[in-house]
Structure formats: C-alpha cells, structure tokens
C-alpha cells in the first residue's frame, strides 16, 4: 500500500464527496495499485488549493491499451472513513 497526494479540479471533487464519481483517469506514472490511499487535494480553477481533501482507497486498476491510451488507467475507489 503506497499513499498518493494528488490534485483535483473543484468539479470533479465535488463529484467524489457526494460519492457520484468512483473512479478516476491518470498516467500511471506512480504505479498505481489496488488498495493504495489518494489523497485528493481540491484545486480551483486558476489551480490553487482550496484546502480541501478526501482520501479513498483503489479497490480496482484498469490498465488496457483497449479502452485507455498506453501509460494511463483508471482507478476505481471509494472514500475512506
């Protein structure tokens, strides 16, 4: 299990708070795994940080040249307690 601190657009935090959106695009660039903690860090438009964060836990990685471009994957989680 690997903790992430990652940036997200106000809109799409808004989205996981009210449990709406469970899963998220990214570059893999981190070696994303199941049961790794993000740490979602809400940014507003201009790119600044709100303050704000939830933390959720991957329950599942989708890494398929298929249905994603090559080096991406989604990352399906649900938030923390």
């Known amino acids: 299990m690997v903790e992430h601190k990652l940036k ?17 695009i990214r570059c893999n660039d981190r070696n994303y795994q199941v049961g790794d903690i993000l740490i979602l860090n809400e940014i507003d438009e201009n790119g600044v ?30 938030i923390c307690k």
Request: hydrophobic share 40%; net charge negative.
């Open 8 to 24: 997200i657009k106000s809109e799409h935090f808004s989205a996981v708070i009210n449990k709406t959106k469970t899963a998220e």
């Open 49 to 78: 940080f709100t303050g704000n964060n939830c933390v959720v836990i991957v329950t599942h990685v989708l890494d398929d040249n298929q249905y994603l471009q090559t080096g991406y994957v989604m990352l399906s989680f649900h």
